[in-house]
């Protein structure tokens, strides 16, 4: 019988997809991605965020063509199914942090379901220009800030072989600090 992972087991077990197998994602898994990422929090409760869901290889290839780093950016149509976050900039102070609680909803319920993800850095990183013409492309109003672009589908065999780097965190000891941050550096 299969055991439930914990939330901790997933949050540690998640690792940045870029190289993925051709297998279709099912409408379920993809609806339910969304759906964990509709409840992340949000300033006030405001929701600024809209889910773009992309399919069409013809169009995941026009993105990464208008793309200034293409080489790193490839990945981003290496998997079946390429999600765009986006926000609303005139909705509420807080949609940076709400778009990116967002996405982190997304990839775990992805990795609960033994979907890659990975966070391509869209805000604040994409050049004006390539952004004009993505969002052009998309039909995406102005007032629209893209926070990022995550490719969505099963990671290749073996797994490792689908990340770059090694799964690694600094130590808990080196990044926490009681009562006060004295000894801090
Ligand atoms: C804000 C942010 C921007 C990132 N941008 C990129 C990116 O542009 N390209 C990429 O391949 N990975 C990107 N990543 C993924 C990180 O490289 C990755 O999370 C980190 O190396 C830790 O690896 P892990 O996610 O497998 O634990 C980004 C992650 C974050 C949080």
């Not at 870029?18 to 964990?36: G, H, Q, T, Y």
């Not at 773009?52 to 080489?71: D, G, R, S, W």
């Not at 290496?78 to 996405?103: C, E, F, M, Q, Y």
């Amino acid at each position: 019988m299969e055991s439930k992972k914990s939330i901790l087991e997933i949050i540690k077990g998640r690792r940045s997809t870029r190289r993925f197998k051709p297998d279709a994602v099912s409408d379920e898994d993809i609806m339910a991605v969304l759906e964990a990422a509709n409840w992340a929090p949000s300033g006030e409760n405001f929701q600024p965020w809209r889910f773009l869901v992309i399919k069409n290889k013809e169009m995941m290839e026009k993105i990464v063509e208008l793309l200034p780093y293409k080489k790193y950016q490839k990945f981003l149509m290496n998997a079946p199914v390429l999600i765009v976050v986006l926000v609303n900039s005139r909705k509420s102070l807080w949609h940076i942090l709400d778009g990116t609680l967002a996405t982190q909803n997304l990839m775990l319920e992805a990795w609960a379901r033994g979907l890659g993800t990975c966070f391509s850095a869209w805000y604040p990183t994409v050049p004006e220009k390539a952004l004009k013409e993505v969002k052009k492309l998309l039909e995406i109003p102005e007032k629209w800030i893209i926070i990022t672009m995550t490719p969505l589908g099963y990671p290749i065999d073996p797994p490792e072989r689908a990340f770059r780097l090694p799964p690694s965190r600094k130590p808990l000891e080196k990044v926490i600090f009681y009562e006060t941050f004295h000894g801090s550096k």
